[in-house]
């Protein structure tokens, strides 16, 4: 989950970069993620796969929010931080460290190869 939230923060981050202005927020802003699927009331065996699901949406809306708070931040290239400006990577990196506690390698490569081959 971590890689395909991270494919999409680059995507982002380089569909932003390639924009002549920042890209303005929607209005009214979007209400908050919501899981797709709706998880009946587990059984007591299936309690910690329950509590490990919403652990997990919840961290997704997290890094999602916090990437939010970042729209119309200048591109800039080797950009680490909101004062300075992001490159993609950069972004993604401060995002992740930002909302879950992750120090990401630097650049996009670095963290392709992050994580276990699935």
């Not at 395909?4 to 979007?30: F, G, K, M, N």
Request: one cysteine or more.
């Amino acid at each position: 989950m971590r890689k395909t939230l991270s494919a999409l923060l680059l995507a982002l981050c380089a569909h932003a970069a390639l924009a002549d202005e920042p890209p303005a927020l929607p209005e009214p802003p979007l209400p908050p993620l919501q899981p797709s699927l709706t998880l009946a009331e587990p059984p007591d065996s299936h309690a910690p796969a329950a509590s490990f699901v919403s652990r997990a949406i919840d961290g997704v809306q997290a890094t999602l929010d916090r990437a939010l708070e970042y729209l119309g931040i200048r591109y800039k290239w080797g950009g680490e931080n909101p004062e300075t400006g992001f490159d993609c990577s950069g972004f993604v990196r401060y995002v992740y460290n930002e909302s879950l506690g992750l120090l990401l390698p630097r650049n996009a490569r670095a963290m392709s190869q992050e994580g276990e081959r699935v």
